[in-house]
């Protein structure tokens, strides 16, 4: 049996398709700090009816951030759990994976937006002066993150290992990964929906949730879900 020990360093060891997505919202975190207004203003994501929406920012959208923690933890997050996804399903179903997951958390976002809008312009039917201004802002205020993806890849993970034991960072508590996820769900569930912690999109995360947990599903169901090859 020949022993094979992979070179080229910590990078060369992540699978292709998450190496990869990494390098990309790296290169465009960086051409965000160069030209923050145009970038912001180009490739972050609107409410469709917004004068800034153009069609390639449901996708853009995934590789901007907002900051070096908002990338720093988005990435960490998807080399710690998109390498071992990607490692268990193969590269192809690792890229429709993190698109679809992000595009469901765009699909659900969208939704709350819709029905604050609805909310919104009722009020201004009735002579709110402040549910104007709200309503106005709802319409310029960009969303960026990869978050959507990666929470889709938290539950892939989380489906693939369920019983593996995952340790924060803060607070160092370790459990199993299906109950981490189920922490998450719940939490994001009740931000959002009393809508705490503004700014943060967190029916954004719950589709990502939902959508990694439909693909798996789907793939599971195909009896299609592990890489070909066999790789663990």
């Known amino acids: ?129 402040t549910a104007a201004k709200a309503y106005a802002t709802l319409k310029v205020t960009p969303t960026v993150g990869a978050s959507g993806a990666i929470y889709g890849l938290l539950m892939s993970y989380a489906l693939l290992y369920p019983q593996r034991r995952l340790t924060l960072i803060f607070p160092p508590i370790s459990m199993k990964a299906m109950t981490w996820i189920i922490i998450f769900a719940v939490i994001e569930l009740v931000l959002g929906v009393r809508g705490i912690a503004d700014g943060v999109a967190h029916f954004a995360h719950l589709g990502g949730m939902l959508f990694g947990w439909l693909m798996i599903r789907y793939w599971r169901k195909k009896g299609t879900l592990f890489n070909e090859y066999g790789q663990y």
């Open 1 to 129: 049996m020949e022993y094979y020990q992979q070179r080229g360093g910590f990078f060369a060891n992540i699978p292709t398709v998450t190496r990869n997505l990494f390098y990309v919202n790296v290169v465009v975190f960086i051409a965000t700090l160069i030209n923050q207004d145009f970038m912001m203003s180009t490739f972050a994501l609107y409410y469709p009816t917004s004068h800034y929406f153009h069609w390639w920012q449901l996708l853009t959208h995934m590789f901007m951030h907002g900051g070096f923690f908002h990338i720093f933890f988005n990435m960490w997050a998807l080399i710690m759990f998109g390498s071992a996804v990607e490692q268990t399903i193969g590269s192809k179903k690792m890229l429709w994976l993190y698109f679809v997951a992000g595009l469901g958390a765009v699909a659900l976002h969208f939704g709350t937006m819709y029905l604050e809008g609805l909310y919104l312009e009722n009020q201004i039917m009735a002579g709110s002066a």
